[in-house]
């Protein structure tokens, strides 16, 4: 039939048409996409509460403004006070710790440990730390080095975040059932200086903390994991997967690092495996068994601790509000991540 014929032709014409069409068509002829699907994120991050890296930043100023955080000194004593008038204001039962510790030359010191618990009765516990006393000695500087430093980045800065973690906490509100313990060490850097003739170094650190794992202020206390924040506050630092760490709680780094990563903090919290420190992480996991991880700024290329590390040049102007966000961020993350 005739219109059947004309019906055939006009479907002919059109695919003709739609071919030519498509091979005129300007665009370059594209391959079926291979699927590229972001990663999966294991990932589902929480709400956390603000951390004020101002407020940090406050807390470190007001730390270094006490003078030298050194043992039996008056500026030593004052900033303890201070430091625990300051857990006790944003919720923390407190519990001090004094110690007379006999440093490597010799020298008695009146050590305090300071501890602001949150939650005390829960049983699931989270413990956060860092030392919040200042090297004696410059002993990395060119002058002035039997001179004590300011230790703005060494000492202030892991307490001055700790302190705004709290206060965060505080403001907010947390799991009933989750317990945060945070612990100011004393007396961690009371170090053999560089090139001492005393023999090895080793061990001349950490005395607070060495003395803490000995002699646990609380019965039965077992946290289930530990964070030490050491010299967290300079401008681009480095946090490698610290060695100490990675051998004695290798699955808290990963959970830390996986929620650096996942708050796009990988350039701060770096993949590699860093150098083994003895910080005073190490005694609460050999001594205490509590599986602990330090964040501490360690570049291998480039002046390891930093090139202002014990040295007078450690002071406020090394002090980065950025690097202070990213730690902060990540610690509240982890607690409420929990
Ligand atoms: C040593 O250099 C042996 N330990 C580094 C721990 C440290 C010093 N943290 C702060 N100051
Ligand atoms: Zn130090």
């Known amino acids: 039939m005739g219109s059947s014929i004309s019906f055939k032709r006009l479907l002919m014409f059109s695919a003709v048409m739609l071919v030519l069409i498509a091979s005129c068509s300007e665009e370059p002829k594209e391959k079926t996409p291979i699927q590229t699907l972001p990663p999966e994120s294991k990932l589902t991050l929480k709400p956390r509460p603000a951390f004020d890296a ?48 006999t440093a490597y030359n010799g020298q008695e010191l009146s050590a305090v440990n300071i501890m602001g618990q949150i939650n ?9 730390c ?10 990395r500087d060119s002058k002035e080095r039997m001179k004590p430093i300011d230790g703005a980045n060494d000492g202030a800065s892991g307490v001055g975040v700790l302190l705004e973690v709290l206060r965060a906490i505080h403001l907010d509100s ?38 803490w794992a000995k002699n646990l202020p609380i019965k039965d206390y077992k946290p289930e994991f530990g964070i030490l924040l050491d010299m967290v506050g300079a401008a681009d630092a480095v946090f490698p997967k610290e060695g100490v760490s990675l051998y004695y709680a290798p699955q808290i780094v990963d959970k830390v690092w996986k929620i650096a990563g996942a708050l796009g903090h990988e350039n701060y919290f770096r993949s590699f495996k860093g150098n083994e420190i003895t910080d005073d992480h190490r005694y609460l996991n050999e001594i205490a068994k509590i599986p602990t991880i ?27 509000k950025s690097t202070l966000q990213v730690v902060g961020d990540v610690v509240l993350q982890v607690l409420y991540q929990e």
């Open 54 to 101: 101002d407020s940090a930043y406050a807390f470190i100023e007001k730390q270094v403004r006490f003078g030298p955080r050194v043992p039996n000194t008056k500026e030593h004593t004052r900033c303890a006070s201070w430091l625990e008038k300051k857990l006790k204001s944003y919720g923390a039962t407190v519990i001090i710790q004094k110690a007379q510790l």
């Open 120 to 128: 005390p009765n829960a049983s699931k516990r989270i413990l956060l």
């Open 294 to 320: 330090d964040i501490i700024h360690y570049d291998m290329g480039r002046f390891d601790f930093g090139e202002f590390h014990h040295t007078h040049a450690d002071n406020m102007d090394v002090i980065d």
């Open 130 to 139: 860092a030392h919040w006393d200042s090297r004696p000695y410059a002993d």
């Open 174 to 211: 947390i799991d009933p059932d989750l317990g945060v313990d945070i612990v100011f060490f004393d007396a961690e850097d009371y170090g053999k200086p560089e090139g001492s003739m005393l023999g090895n170094s080793g061990d001349s650190w950490c005395l607070g903390s060495k003395y």
